[in-house]
Nanobody
Framework: QVELEESGGGSVQAGGSLRLSCAAS????????MGWFLQAPGKEREGVAG???????TYADSVKGRFTISLDNAKNTLYLQMNNLKPEDTGTYYC??????????????????????WGKGTLVTISS
């Protein structure tokens, strides 16, 4: 059974930082592609950052220069370092993984990949 478990969410003021973690079990993340998604209040879920099987990363324009996605293969854990947080970053963050190694990280962020596995999400609240 595959499980993705996010952690690291919380409430911080604008300008602060958080690091989200996504620990995987039952599946080795580096075998495929993966990403982080945000569902803001009242909005549809959208891609924030993607990491493909070649190690290439893609970010949504709204987070470029502020967020960093990374993978610790030894821990089988995906991270999202979030700096200079803004109120519009508020929402539930989900990590997701797909066994198909072909799609690009750009396709992940664009929402063009029907990801195989999803975590339950972690809530991030940014106050102004």
């Amino acid at each position: 059974q595959v499980e993705l478990e996010e952690s690291g969410g919380g409430s911080v003021q604008a300008g602060g930082s958080l690091r989200l973690s996504c620990a995987a079990s039952g599946y080795t993340l580096r075998r495929g592609i993966m990403g982080w998604f945000l569902q803001a209040p009242g909005k549809e879920r959208e891609g924030v950052a993607g990491l493909d099987n070649d190690g290439k990363v893609t970010y949504a324009d709204s987070v470029k220069g502020r967020f960093t996605i990374s993978l610790d293969n030894a821990k089988n854990t995906l991270y999202l370092q979030m700096n200079n947080l803004k109120p519009e970053d508020t929402g539930t963050y989900y990590c997701a993984a797909d066994r198909n190694a072909v799609p690009s990280s750009a396709m992940v962020v664009a929402g063009w990949v029907d990801m195989d596995y999803w975590g339950k999400g972690t809530l991030v609240t940014i106050s102004s």
